[in-house]
């Protein structure tokens, strides 16, 4: 606890360091006057940056720019897809109460659509996950086809961002599809890792969000076929295809389009390389601790497992003991979700996936991305045996009770 | 040293985690989650554990540079200060949960976690001195006697106090309050918190009254005659005299005041004020903070928080501590600790089991 370097940065899924060129755009934008509704020169400006920025999204991810809503970030785009998606089917049809989710969503979705269950009047259906944490395809078509026409959305991420779980969206979307019925995908973690090609996976509404891929914190997009109507969530001037109002953040969307027109275009380079440091990683982990048990996939393709994640459960083990152990060797990962008091409750996803409750809390996520190094793996793996072993002692202080 | 500062969001705690990182120690911060349900406990500046107060702590921590957790302490604070609360006032008694809370949460469940993962001591902003004595570590009283907090610190063993730091017991509130001011520290102003952190609007009767429901039971005088009902025992407190609703006046026209709980029968016994006089407390689950008592030691006795000092000589007696008291002592209740002192360095202390009246003339 004496040394707090090297700096060891392990959580690229919660945030990952903006990329040069991002910082460019944006800093570039950050002294021009102008808003991008106005009529006048300085607006026109403004306009036609925030269009450029469209149009580069829209071409690196398989859209079209009428179909680029941006949006405060990943969250917002998740409530707006899923409320959105919701009261505008309802509207239609009131039969269409349905809503199905999977239960290892981000809280962004998870939340959202439990909101809608409890205060507007969804059934909501949480489908199952087997024990990698994959969405059943099979029990997603038997949902649908109970009762098509009682279906209002469905919601299945890209990617896990817990456990790197790539689920199978593809085939969810075609089912929906067979009915008329829209599919949300939360691909906030996926965009910069795996291929993600708007068009060609059948959604028709997805969430990206820019500090994920090198971009600032504060910005993203619902991509959201043109056909498909949203009721908005956030009512004013309209700005965006009259889904989304407020005044549009000039620069942040700047820099965003930036960052990701970057990591898409190096993708298949940067999946590479990241799963070579994650399997280097898993190595390391496993070697120093034989009983670390790895969650999620472990097929180590890019159709099976985000190529920077490395999920593991270390058996006898609190997460917060882990954490505030590498943390005080300069090592910075992550236990998963946090409630606002900052206590930490068992993950969701480890639940669904058959873990224990015991087994949940002593789990710990390490996340790779455009930084991430060789030496930061050897420096886990050098520290990850003698922290496992000092958490351990402390994890069974706190289940035997008190000793003195 | 590596040191485990408990922070609770309050301005002491604050201080006391920065004295330790400007002595130079390696200093973590940890905020304790102590109710289930993290909006129930008082709201505002005057709880313990709300999410404001976390928050209070997590900027403290941030002032600081001093890393900052949250450990989640919900079911053992539930199941061994609260439970134990109800619990006792259940059995007739009156607990200090303050007490309890040191002794198997803060010094024993945070303390085996901390130095199982590799800490040397927790730090507290309790108001109380450790000094190097010749015989160990001792336990003082704070300098500022207003604040002092060694009688709710009596329980701590001498092991425990070997990993304790309290770097407030030589100052007074008010510096500490001027200290957090020129440090920085958004809490300077923030008020003491009081009373009772689980009991969320301050209404102990009330916290009671929902948890264990109604029990009445008879009020009787000494001789057994029934003077009226009461609706719940746990409402009274040997030594009150409010609240008993007796109708009919005592013969001698005097005031009438508790003198004893019955739990079983639920039978609240009253008397004139000078039948609560008490000569010998009888002590159960003695706890030292250094060397146990070695025969019979004249000291001075303290048997409630804030309350003062009595001459007295103790010595133990198998596992009970008998204290007998110089000069008689009224509202001595069952449940509260008796604390005993040598001057200012605390000896130990027991749970008031018994008491054998004062001779009446």
């Known amino acids: 606890m004496t040394t707090r370097s090297p700096h060891v940065y392990l959580d690229h899924a919660a945030t990952t360091p903006m990329l040069p060129e991002a910082v460019a755009a944006m800093t570039a934008q950050l002294t021009r006057l102008g808003n991008a509704s106005s009529l006048h020169t300085s607006g026109r400006a403004a306009r036609r940056v925030v269009e450029e920025a469209r149009e580069t999204i829209a071409k690196a991810l398989g859209a079209r720019p009428s179909e680029v809503i941006f949006t405060g970030g990943g969250t917002e785009a998740d409530n707006l897809a899923v409320k959105g998606l919701y009261w505008s089917r309802r509207a239609a049809d009131p039969r269409r109460r349905r809503v199905l989710a999977s239960a290892v ?44 026409e009682s279906v209002a959305l469905v919601t299945l991420m890209w990617v896990n961002n ?15 599809r ?25 959604v028709d509404a997805m969430t990206v969000t820019g500090h994920k891929v090198g971009g600032p914190i504060g910005v993203g997009a619902l991509v959201v076929r043109r056909e498909t109507n949203l009721v908005p969530v956030l009512h004013g001037g309209g700005q965006e295809r009259d889904v989304r109002s407020g005044t549009l953040d000039v620069p942040a969307i700047a820099g965003f389009a930036a960052a990701l027109e970057i990591a898409t275009a190096e993708q ?14 898993i190595r390391q982990v496993r070697a120093a601790v034989p009983e670390a048990e790895l969650n999620g996939d ?58 224990d409750e015991e087994r949940a809390r002593g789990s710990l996520r390490f996340s790779l991305g455009h930084t991430s190094t060789r030496a930061e793996v050897d420096a886990l793996g050098a520290a990850i045996g ?15 009770g008190g000793t003195f | 040293m590596r040191v485990l500062a408990a922070m609770s969001g309050g301005v002491d705690s604050a201080v006391a985690a920065a004295r330790a990182v400007a002595a130079g120690h390696d200093v973590t911060g940890v905020h304790l989650a102590l109710s289930r349900n993290p909006l129930s406990y008082r709201s505002g500046a005057r709880g313990c554990c709300t999410q404001e107060d976390a928050r209070d702590a997590r900027r403290a921590a941030d002032v600081l540079g001093i890393p900052f957790y ?60 450790l000094v190097d004595g010749p015989h160990g570590r001792e336990l003082h009283r704070s300098v500022d006697a207003e604040k002092d907090q060694s009688y709710v610190l009596g329980v701590l063993t001498a092991q425990q106090l070997a990993h304790a730091m309290f770097p407030l017991g030589g100052s007074r ?9 020129e440090r920085g520290l958004a809490v300077a102003d923030k008020p003491d918190s009081h009373d009772i952190c689980f009991v969320a609007d301050g209404d102990t009767a009330g916290f009671l009254a929902r948890e264990l429901g109604d029990q009445p039971g008879n009020v009787v005088d000494e001789d057994g005659t029934v003077l009226g009902q009461h609706d719940a025992s746990y409402a009274f407190t040997v030594g009150q005299r409010r609240g008993l609703r007796i109708g009919r006046p005592a013969a001698d026209g005097k005031p009438r005041y508790v003198l004893s709980i019955e739990p079983v029968s639920r039978t609240i016994t009253v008397g004139p004020r000078e039948h609560l006089a008490v000569s010998v407390i009888e002590g159960a689950k003695p706890r030292w903070c250094g060397e146990p008592l070695d025969g019979t030691q004249e000291c001075r006795a303290q048997i409630r928080a804030h309350g003062e000092t009595l001459a007295a000589r103790a010595w133990l007696d198998g596992d009970t501590l008998r204290v007998e008291l110089a000069e008689p002592a009224v509202g001595v209740a069952p449940g509260q600790a008796v604390v005993l002192y040598d001057g200012t360095r605390v000896i130990g202390s027991a749970t008031i089991a018994g008491t054998l009246a004062a001779a009446t003339a």
């Open chain 1, 105 to 148: 969503e981000h809280h962004a979705v998870l939340d959202a659509v439990a909101w809608l269950g409890s205060v507007a009047g969804a059934d909501v259906e949480w489908l199952p996950v087997d024990k990698l944490g994959r969405v059943d395809v099979d029990a997603v078509r038997s949902s649908v086809e109970r009762d098509p």
């Open chain 1, 162 to 176: 817990e456990v790197g779980t790539v689920q199978p969206v593809r085939e969810v979307a075609a089912i929906a």
């Open chain 1, 178 to 202: 067979q009915h008329g019925i829209p599919t949300h995908t939360d691909a906030v973690q996926a965009v910069g890792q795996l291929p993600v090609d708007f068009a060609a996976s059948g």
């Open chain 1, 268 to 281: 298949p380079a940067r999946a590479a390389t990241l799963a070579g440091l994650r399997d280097e990683l």
């Open chain 1, 298 to 355: 472990p097929d180590p393709s890019v159709e099976h497992r985000l190529p920077g994640n490395a999920h593991f459960s270390f058996p006898g083990c609190e997460g917060d003991s882990l954490l505030l152990l590498l943390d005080a060797r300069g090592i910075e990962c992550s236990t998963g979700s946090a409630c606002s008091a900052g206590v930490a409750e068992p993950s969701h996803v480890l639940i669904a996936m058959g873990r």
């Open chain 1, 386 to 400: 003698p922290v496992v072993e000092r958490a351990r002692a402390a994890g069974l202080v706190n289940v035997s």
């Open chain 2, 70 to 129: 949250v450990w989640d302490l919900a079911e053992r604070f539930h199941a061994d200060v609260v439970e134990d609360f109800v619990q006792e006032y259940s059995s007739g008694r009156t607990p200090n949960p303050c007490l309890r809370c040191n002794e198997k949460i803060k010094f024993a469940a945070v303390l085996d976690r901390a130095l199982a993962l590799g800490f040397d001591a927790v730090c507290t902003g309790h108001y109380a001195r």
């Open chain 2, 173 to 181: 509130k008010t510096e500490v309050r001027a200290e957090a001011a």
